[in-house]
Every structure is written in structure tokens, then in C-alpha cells.
């Protein structure tokens, strides 16, 4: 068993052992009926938006949204006071480990982070956190579990079939890595498409090949592999050299716009996990004795940020993932995509929406519409109008029950560097 699982079951008990109590959370929503009033919904990721709105919540369901004078409850509902408050779907983290790893999974849902997404699991540990939410020993986000496969090319169609049919079983997604080999791979996305998982790809295969391939969704900014000048031998640390090659890239090149159009048409979601780029990129320039590496590096983030933008406007889903391990980290992804050119209301979709999308839970999460599980964030201020109101969060509903975040887990505030 290698280190970080080991960690990470003794966080586990550590926890569990800590919440062998009564849970502490609101008593609000423990009831079959919430209804939340005087709530102001957004469009896009709303039905029926607007301000003065009520939203009826069933057995962890919406069953209702309209206009708050005409809402008719059950006498025996629970009430929730929006107080005018916007109110968003529950935030989706695409590109998270928290499962395998955190000893507090409570401390996401204190940032309104309701679904998690961890594409290269632990598996041990992140089924038992899975577990102990879903019955309820501990408070925290869905958690979406990854299988991430190393296939080897000697491995025969029949070999791969096997992995991905013992896969099913229990889990939400399969991951594959650049080294998996193109036959290999292919067989493993039809065997996993024919069962239901997505299929996501992670770290720096070439886009083309990944599209070829009909990969649900690409991981991190790696993605230009053979379309920027190879990396000379030159003394400067890896990553920033990296980050570099982004800034020789032009992404109003007609090879890199017709990707992003069999991109956008594709429907495969690009999570480029910004934030975790931007902290690796501060540690290794304070690291870094190369004022021009530096200088470099920064131009490289740059030109990234510009690219991510130009392909939001052709019409490429972004989603939102952090791939670090603080839950404010989220706020601070939204508030980057935005600084890059995306709207508020882009961003917004990247963790809701277009994150449900990702995970092929559109059906059930990322919206406030009927027949959608209740995961909902009311906040102090509009994200609307300022993106990072999204880290204002006064209250969170998972599954139809209240949380007090202040009662989950202190607020620790990120910041952009």
C-alpha cells in the first residue's frame, strides 16, 4: 500500500472516530418538505429566474420553483429565509483528490462545494469516504470516484475488456494517461462508453489524438503537445520552462482554432485547472534564479489564460477543477476564468452546469430546475455582478438538508497570486 493511501486511512479514522457524535448541522431541512422563500434565482443555470422566488424541496428533490406569493406548502414544511439572497446550484469541483486525501471532507461543503469530481482515486480510501457520506457518518460533497488505468500495449482487447468490466462496478469514471497506447485506449473508451462512464483524459496527450479518440473530457493545460516548438535543453526548471511554451503558441493559428471548433462540436469538456497551474508556477519562479525564466513563465500564463477565453468563444465547455487541496481553491478557479476573459455567468456554468455535463449528471445536478437533487448555495452577494461572491456563503443545502458553513468548518479565504 503505497504512502498517500496510508495517509489518508488514517485520516479517515481520525475523522470518523471525531464524528462518532451527533452531527452537527442545521435542523433545517431535516424535514420531508424545505421550502426555501424569498430567494433570487439567475438565469442560465435557473429555471424561473428572477427575484421574490420559492423552491419546494421533497426527499432531497426540487419539486417546485415559482413565484414566492404563489408557492403552496405542505403545513408541515421547514422554511428557509433567503432574505433576498441569490441562490446557485451546488458548486461541482471537476479535478479534486480531496476524496482520497482530505481529513475534513466537511470543509467543502462549508465552501459550496457540493459534488466532487477525483479522476485518479485512491480507490480504498475515497470509496470509504464515499461511503461513510452517502450513510452519513460524515458530513461532505458527492463524490464522484475515478479509476485511472495503465495500459500497456501488450495487453490484448480481451485483457482491457476485463479491466474496464471489474471497473464498472464501482466507479463513476475512468482516467487515462498520454502513456496509454492508441489501440489499448480506444478499446478502453468503447468498453467504458458502452457501460456509462465518461472517459477522461489527463495530462498532455495530444488534443487531436484525444478527439480522435471521442474522450469526454481533457485534463489541465497540457493539451498542445506537438503544435509548439519542442523544448530546447536548457537549464531552467521543467515546469517553468512549461508554462513557457504557451507564450510561443498562437491560438489564432488556423491548427489551433480548427481544434477548438472539433472541440466545441465535440462537446468534450476542457478542465484546465487554472488555480493549481498559478500555485505551481509562484513556487517554482520564487525558486527560480532566471529573471528572463521568470519573465518567461509569466508570458506563458498569459498567453494560456487568452486561449482558454478564445476557446470558451468558439464555444468549447469549460469546466472548473482545482487539482490542489484547499476547498476555497474553487472561488479561486472561477474568479481566474473570469480574469481571462469569461463572462461571470461562464464561469458560473463551468462549476455547474457544464461540470453535471462532465460527470453525465446533467439530469440530476447543476441547475435549480424540478427533479433536480437539492444541492443548493445562498449567498451574501451577486456572483453575477462579481465572481468571487461565490465565496460569500451564508448557507448550503445538499440533498434537501441545511448547513450553517460556520458550523462545518472555519472559512480560510484563498488568494490569486
Do not use: N
Not at 119 to 143: C, F, H, K, N, Y
Not at 217 to 234: C, K, M, Q, S, Y
Not at 383 to 400: E, F, L
Amino acid at each position: 500500500m503505497d504512502l498517500t493511501r496510508i495517509r489518508g486511512l488514517a485520516f479517515l479514522a481520525l475523522v470518523l472516530a471525531l464524528c462518532a457524535g451527533p452531527l452537527e448541522q442545521e435542523v433545517a431541512g431535516q424535514s420531508a418538505y424545505l421550502v426555501v422563500r424569498h430567494a433570487t434565482l439567475l438565469p442560465e443555470i435557473s429555471e424561473a429566474p428572477g427575484a421574490d422566488r420559492a423552491i419546494i424541496i421533497h426527499g432531497g428533490v426540487i419539486t417546485w420553483i415559482g413565484a414566492d406569493p404563489d408557492v403552496e406548502a405542505p403545513p408541515t414544511a421547514v422554511e428557509l429565509d433567503a432574505g433576498g439572497r441569490v441562490v446557485i446550484p451546488g458548486l461541482i469541483d471537476l479535478h479534486q483528490h480531496a476524496a482520497s486525501v482530505s481529513p475534513s471532507p466537511a470543509a467543502w461543503l462549508a465552501h459550496g462545494v457540493t459534488s466532487i469530481r477525483d479522476p485518479g482515486a485512491a480507490l480504498d480510501v475515497a470509496r470509504q469516504t464515499q461511503r461513510s457520506i452517502d450513510g452519513g457518518l460524515l458530513e461532505g460533497p458527492r463524490v464522484f470516484i475515478g479509476l485511472e488505468l495503465a495500459l500497456a500495449a501488450g495487453q490484448t482487447r480481451g485483457a482491457v475488456r476485463r479491466l474496464i468490466a471489474d471497473a464498472a462496478i464501482d466507479v463513476d469514471l475512468l482516467q487515462l494517461d498520454r502513456a496509454t497506447p492508441p489501440a489499448q485506449a480506444q478499446v478502453a473508451i468503447l468498453e467504458a462508453h458502452a457501460r456509462g462512464l465518461p472517459v477522461t483524459w489527463h495530462l498532455g496527450l495530444p488534443l487531436a489524438r484525444a478527439l480522435d479518440l471521442e474522450v469526454d473530457g481533457v485534463e489541465h493545460l497540457d493539451i498542445f503537445r506537438g503544435l509548439a516548438p519542442p523544448l530546447e535543453p536548457a537549464s531552467a526548471e521543467s515546469l517553468l520552462r512549461g508554462f513557457r511554451r504557451w507564450a510561443e503558441l498562437d491560438p489564432s493559428s488556423d491548427g489551433i482554432q480548427d481544434l477548438f471548433r472539433r472541440l466545441a462540436a465535440s462537446r468534450t469538456v476542457w478542465t484546465p485547472t487554472l488555480v493549481q497551474a498559478h500555485r505551481i508556477a509562484g513556487d517554482e519562479l520564487a525558486r527560480s534564479r532566471s529573471l528572463g525564466d521568470r519573465a518567461a513563465a509569466m508570458r506563458g500564463l498569459d498567453a494560456a489564460c487568452r486561449t482558454i477565453a478564445l476557446a470558451a468563444g468558439l464555444g468549447v465547455l469549460i469546466g472548473a477543477g482545482t487539482s490542489t487541496d484547499r476547498p476555497a481553491d474553487l472561488h479561486e478557479e472561477l474568479a481566474l476564468l473570469v480574469r481571462c476573459g469569461l463572462t461571470a455567468t461562464e464561469a458560473l456554468r463551468s462549476a455547474t452546469t457544464t461540470a453535471a455535463a462532465a460527470l453525465g449528471r446533467q439530469s440530476m445536478l447543476g441547475a435549480i430546475v424540478p427533479g433536480h437533487l437539492a444541492d443548493l448555495v445562498l449567498l451574501d452577494a451577486d456572483p453575477s455582478d462579481d465572481i468571487r461572491a461565490t465565496a460569500r456563503v451564508w448557507r448550503v443545502v445538499k440533498d434537501g438538508r441545511v448547513h450553517d458553513p460556520t458550523r462545518l468548518a472555519p472559512a480560510e479565504p484563498g488568494t490569486i497570486r
